[in-house]
């Protein structure tokens, strides 16, 4: 049985950082893409980043280049999303995911298992 364990999330204020840990059991870890989804209330859940099996590819929405950083850790299961720089529109629930490992372009509908979420709110 598949389990992905997110943590880290919070309330923080403009400007701070949070780091994402994603917790995976269940699964040959270092052969999937894996991923960071969030969704806010009332939108669309949206790609944050993904990264290749091999941890040499990544992929970052628009909106979070350059703050954000994907990193995995496959000696123990688990993948991180550093984030600087928060911004108010990057409050969300965050979703760790698990994709086919062809790519690094993860849309919802290529996800193979979702975790359950940890939200995070950015107060101004």
């Known amino acids: 049985q598949v389990q992905l364990e997110e943590s880290g999330g919070g309330l923080v204020q403009v400007g701070a950082s949070l780091r994402l840990t994603c917790a995976a059991s269940?699964?040959?870890?270092?052969?999937?893409?894996m991923a960071w989804f969030r969704q806010a209330a009332g939108k669309d859940r949206e790609l944050v980043a993904a990264?290749?099996?091999?941890?040499?590819?990544?992929r970052y929405a628009p909106p979070v280049k350059g703050r954000f950083t994907i990193s995995r850790d496959d000696s123990k299961n688990t993948v991180f999303l550093q984030m600087n720089g928060l911004k108010p529109e990057d409050t969300a629930t965050y979703y760790c995911?698990?994709?086919?490992?062809?790519?690094?372009?993860?849309?919802?509908?290529?996800?193979?298992?979702w975790g359950l979420g940890t939200q995070v709110a950015v107060s101004s």
């Open positions: 269940g699964l040959a870890f270092n052969a999937y893409t």
């Open positions: 990264i290749s099996w091999h941890g040499t590819t990544t």
């Open positions: 995911a698990v994709s086919s490992p062809d790519t690094v372009v993860v849309t919802p509908s290529r996800v193979l298992y």
